[in-house]
């Protein structure tokens, strides 16, 4: 079964620079990735889905790249503010008969100190 | 976006008693839905996969006899948790996925539900 694994529990970094998190998954490559923002008490928001053939994806001050042969996404914020403190958890789907469902990583706990 | 409710947000309950949970889709009619739990400072867990009009699917090591899941119409599924016992005290997550606004695989969540079991 799928494995995924994010690295930093916690990262603490300053406003404005450039939050980097990591995803690393083993066993097969899924046909997509996804990244949630999840705020304490809340269920978690969608922020981005990058496909097997893409490598990069970009929404506003986030990007997201997707290395099949390291089999790791790399999550950015640019331009960090305190507003993007919150947890952010990749999830992918579990097997290639498992599309509609996916499986989450643990999450990194961003801390955007002014 | 689409939107997905949950009621009731938060409930303390005895143990031993059953507890429902709803989830909502409130503007797509969804076909399948997802439960999930999360423990503090934890991940979520899929717990079960809920299919409108068919049986639910738990993945390995859910008591499908003590979670009891209906989607009963497209845009309900409930989750009992019966015979509560304190460990079962968790955060309770439904999602759902809108095949009508064709984005592949996103899923919409629900607020959440704190179940306290005391």
């Known amino acids: 079964s799928q494995k995924i694994e994010q690295n930093s529990e916690a990262l603490n970094i300053q406003e404005g620079k450039t939050a980097t998190l990591t995803c690393n998954y083993t066993n097969y490559s899924p046909a997509y990735l996804q990244w949630y923002r999840q705020d304490p008490g809340r269920g978690p928001v969608f922020l981005l889905l990058?496909?097997?053939?893409?490598k990069e994806k970009r929404k506003e001050r986030l990007k997201v790249t997707f290395d099949t042969t390291l089999k790791q996404s790399l999550f950015h914020i640019t331009a960090s503010q305190p507003a993007d403190s919150a947890t952010y958890l990749c999830?992918?789907?579990?097997?290639?008969?498992?599309?509609?469902?996916?499986?989450f990583g643990s999450g990194t706990r961003l801390s955007i100190r002014p | 976006g689409a939107v997905v409710s949950q009621h009731p947000s938060r409930v303390i309950c005895k143990s031993g008693t059953s507890v429902k949970i709803e989830c909502r889709s409130l503007d797509f009619q969804a076909t399948t839905m997802f439960w999930y739990r999360q423990f503090p400072k934890q991940s979520l867990m899929l717990m079960a996969t809920?299919?409108?009009?068919?049986?639910?699917?738990?993945e390995q090591g859910v008591e499908k006899d003590k979670f009891l899941i209906n989607h009963a119409s497209l845009t309900l599924s409930t989750l009992t948790v019966t015979s509560a016992h304190p460990e079962d005290s968790s955060f309770y997550i439904c999602?759902?996925?809108?095949?009508?606004?064709?984005?592949?695989?996103?899923?919409?969540f629900g607020p959440g539900t704190r179940l306290t079991v005391l």
């Open positions: 809920s299919n409108e009009g068919s049986k639910a699917t738990y």
């Open positions: 999602s759902a996925r809108d095949p009508g606004l064709n984005l592949i695989n996103e899923q919409f």
């Open positions: 990058i496909r097997e053939n893409e």
């Open positions: 999830a992918l789907p579990p097997g290639y008969s498992s599309a509609s469902k996916i499986i």
